[in-house]
């Protein structure tokens, strides 16, 4: 039977993906009724965090609807998360570039698709040792929990990626505020405060282990919403 821990944080997994999913295609809808490309990209790159729950929430529908967890026999559970680390990579850099060095923004592009394809290569090909898997003692109580292994490239590449959208995301988007004033000085700290939320809750998902994870959950459905304000 499952645990009111299991339920939390299955049913806030579930929420991030959908409400990704949903702000998403909106965003993306609305970019082409404006032409506002920015949006556009901004609404793939919210779709693809989102699905960085997928593993956890197909987990727990698996519960639900049988009762124990999903097979993880070849780390299905880590592909389902980071599988779309990359392209949710190179929208945010995109976005990032934009607002710190938009002259520059296709050498940042190519830079960093280069590395989101060496990160999924490593993902897939050797994903057994990007990941540490916690099983719940009584299989159907508890969803899975996965840690990246901290002695993996693919570990060292997340740091990179998280530390990036730190420095061209989240300090990007506040100088832009200090050298801004009014409404759009207000839009750039939606943006700084969501990003700064983002890497918060990313890290606490991925590397640590005695955490709420709902309330990190929650933390990412709230950086949806303060990118959405911020963006639009």
């Known amino acids: 039977m499952a645990s009111t821990i299991c339920w939390l944080d299955g049913i806030t997994a579930v929420g991030v993906v959908i409400f990704g999913i949903v702000v998403g295609i909106f965003s993306y809808y609305k970019s082409r009724k404006l032409e ?3 949006l556009k990209y901004f609404g793939i790159m919210i779709v693809c965090v989102g699905l960085l729950y997928l593993g956890p929430s197909i987990d727990f529908l698996s519960i639900f609807f049988t009762g124990n967890n999903m097979d993880n026999s070849f780390g299905l559970y880590g592909i389902l998360c980071y599988m779309w680390v990359a392209p949710g990579l190179i929208f945010a850099m995109y976005l990032g570039a934009v607002l710190i060095a938009p002259e520059k923004k296709t050498y940042i592009l190519i830079f960093y698709m280069i590395l989101g394809i060496i990160f999924e ?3 897939f090909l050797d994903t057994e040792g990007t990941f540490t898997y916690d099983y719940p003692a ?7 929990k996965s840690h990246l292994n901290l002695t993996s490239p693919a570990f060292i590449l997340i740091v990179i990626f998280l530390l990036s959208v730190l420095f061209f995301n989240g300090f990007g988007a506040l100088y832009r505020a200090i050298q801004s004033t009014g409404e759009l ?11 700064f939320l983002f890497c918060i809750c990313s890290i606490f998902n991925a590397f640590l282990e005695d955490v709420l994870f ?13 990118l959405y304000i911020g963006v639009k």
């Open 138 to 144: 009584i299989p159907g109580e508890d969803l899975i």
């Open 36 to 38: 506002q490309k920015l």
């Open 185 to 195: 000085r207000k839009k750039f700290l939606y943006i700084s405060f969501g990003f």
């Open 214 to 226: 709902f309330v990190v959950n929650m933390g990412m459905i709230i950086y949806t919403v303060l």
């Open 121 to 123: 290569i490593f993902l």
